[in-house]
């Protein structure tokens, strides 16, 4: 079994701490960057998430976003999937979007990465 509680680590360096997974699959945490878009030292921001309990034989999917706290006004949203191999050793793999403000709705082609 795959559980999200506790600490990551990505290939960026950047980690992510997650408290336990509530009965609903609720949960939260913080995320501390080393990537930012402003450059400058890692950052703390909190993230909200729910978690699907896995499907029989499978691994569960799990959703989050993470407010960028005090350094940038951009919003992320990660989806992904936990595995656990042969070995026990658990890995998230997980896609995200980046949503940054623009000023007007003919920039709005720029505002996601």
């Known amino acids: 079994q795959c559980h ?3 600490l990551w680590r ?4 950047s980690l992510m701490e997650i408290s336990a997974v509530g009965n ?3 949960f939260q945490g913080r995320y501390l960057t080393r990537v930012t878009l402003a450059g400058g030292c890692a950052r703390i921001s909190p993230l909200k998430g729910a978690q699907q309990p896995p499907g029989e034989g499978g691994w569960p999917t799990f959703a989050f976003t993470v407010r960028w706290d005090k350094f940038s006004n951009a ?3 990660f989806t992904g999937q936990c595995f656990v191999d042969t070995s026990g050793k658990e ?5 995200w979007l980046l949503r940054e403000p623009v000023a007007s709705l003919e920039e709005d082609w ?4």
Not at 91 to 95: D, G, M, Q, V
């Open 4 to 6: 999200l509680s506790g």
């Open 10 to 13: 990505n290939e960026q360096d």
């Open 24 to 26: 609903g699959g609720d």
């Open 75 to 77: 919003t992320t949203a």
């Open 91 to 95: 890995t998230l793999t997980t896609t």
């Open 110 to 113: 720029k505002a996601t990465r």
